[in-house]
């Protein structure tokens, strides 16, 4: 199954802007659904932005418009832009895989994390003035 490895994270003030990046070991089309989610302290994983196998994206609402998803087939990379960050955004943001969300279930939810089947180990992203 994909390896996937994030980069991209670090410490930003209020409106800056990070570029996240998952190198995955195959081809993203291997993959029906992939997907960004954001982790802070307990909490269980939200998802922020998901991507299907065809390139149908979807953002979470507290995100749209700032954040974007996007791939590069050639490189076997997942990226998520995030503009205008606010503290907030602040957590550890993982990329992750699924074999099994197809269609409309790679969608933004509370129930998304439970059909991901590989995860990266996260990459911190920090915003604070």
């Given at each position: 199954q ?29 993959t ?31 995100v ?23 503290p ?7 990329c ?9 279930y790679?969608s ?22």
């Amino acid at each position: 199954q994909v390896q996937l490895v994030e980069s991209g994270g670090g410490s930003v003030q209020p409106g800056g802007s990070l570029r996240l990046s998952c190198v995955a070991s195959e081809p993203l089309d291997t993959t029906e659904c992939m997907a960004w989610f954001r982790q802070t302290g307990g909490t269980e994983r939200e998802a922020v932005a998901t991507m299907e196998k065809d390139g149908t994206t979807r953002a979470a609402r507290r995100v749209k418009g700032r954040f974007t998803i996007s791939r590069d087939n050639a490189k076997n990379t997942l990226y998520l832009q995030m503009n205008n960050l606010q503290p907030d955004d602040t957590g550890v943001y993982y990329c992750a895989a699924s074999y099994r969300m197809r269609g409309g279930y790679c969608s933004i939810s509370g129930t998304l994390h439970g059909g991901m089947d590989r995860w990266g180990r996260g990459t911190q992203v920090t915003v604070s003035s």
